[in-house]
């Protein structure tokens, strides 16, 4: 069966530091690869996706990054984290088109 | 861009009373899948609908696709503490398109 893993589910980070956040899915090859923000326990807002190793399209200009290094990984980083990136931070896998996504446990992250 | 409205956004209903929760959209949309999130979890997938005017039962749960697959929704009979929690509603909107657009959610409080 197919499993994701994000990590760390915490994060307290200052304002001005890097941050590197981590999932892995397990069970399947080529997926859809997904970060969302969810902000005050409210809708999800894309922020990146990724059909392919080395594939990633953004869907908002922000202070973020994402990088897909293998099959089934998918890192979203920062070289200087603001304020305002503070949120849930989660992510996602789909088999394809059309169909429905599986998600991590999530990070929750604060800038302080 | 294509928006996915969800009402009420927050409901608080007495364990045995019925509800009913929606999703509304002015674009047409090839499947929606409904999810429920608990606190500090990520989502987790209900159902998917993918044929106009299509219903789905889980349980308690009765999901309806919209004739026009633009809207939707979700009613539980005889609602139980143990269904509290944020539903969304995610649109896929087929073709080359990856991405799921997510509504904010309805916010359900079951009080026993």
């Known amino acids: 069966s197919q499993t994701i893993h994000q990590w760390p589910a915490t994060l307290v980070q200052p304002v001005g530091s890097p941050l590197s956040l981590e999932c892995t899915v397990e069970?399947?090859?080529?997926?859809?690869l997904y970060w969302y923000r969810q902000a005050a326990g409210r809708g999800l807002q894309l922020l990146f996706y990724?059909?392919?190793?080395?594939?990633i399209s953004s869907e908002v200009p922000q202070n973020l990054s994402a990088s897909r290094p293998q099959d089934r990984q998918f890192i979203l980083s920062s070289k200087k984290l603001l304020l305002s990136d503070s949120g849930f931070y989660l992510c996602?896998?789909?088999?394809?088109?059309?169909?429905?996504?599986?998600f991590g446990q999530g990070t929750r992250l604060t800038v302080v | 861009t294509q928006l996915l409205e969800q009402s009420p956004q927050f409901l608080s209903i007495q364990e045995g009373e019925n509800l009913t929760v929606y999703c509304n959209s002015s674009?047409?949309?090839?499947?929606l899948q409904w999810y429920r999130q608990e606190p500090g979890e990520g989502p987790v997938l209900l159902v998917t609908?993918?044929?106009?005017?299509e219903v789905k039962k889980l349980k308690r749960l009765t999901f309806q696709f919209g004739d026009a697959r633009k809207d939707s929704s979700l009613h539980i009979t005889a609602a139980q503490p143990g269904d509290t929690g944020l539903y969304l509603c995610?649109?896929?909107?087929?073709?080359?398109?990856?991405?799921?657009?997510f509504g904010k959610g309805t916010l359900l409080t079951v009080n026993p």
């Open positions: 995610a649109g896929e909107s087929g073709g080359s398109n990856y991405k799921l657009t």
């Open positions: 609908v993918v044929t106009g005017g």
């Open positions: 996602a896998w789909a088999p394809g088109v059309n169909t429905e996504a599986f």
């Open positions: 069970g399947t090859s080529n997926p859809n």
């Open positions: 674009s047409v949309f090839s499947s």
């Open positions: 990724s059909v392919g190793i080395g594939q």
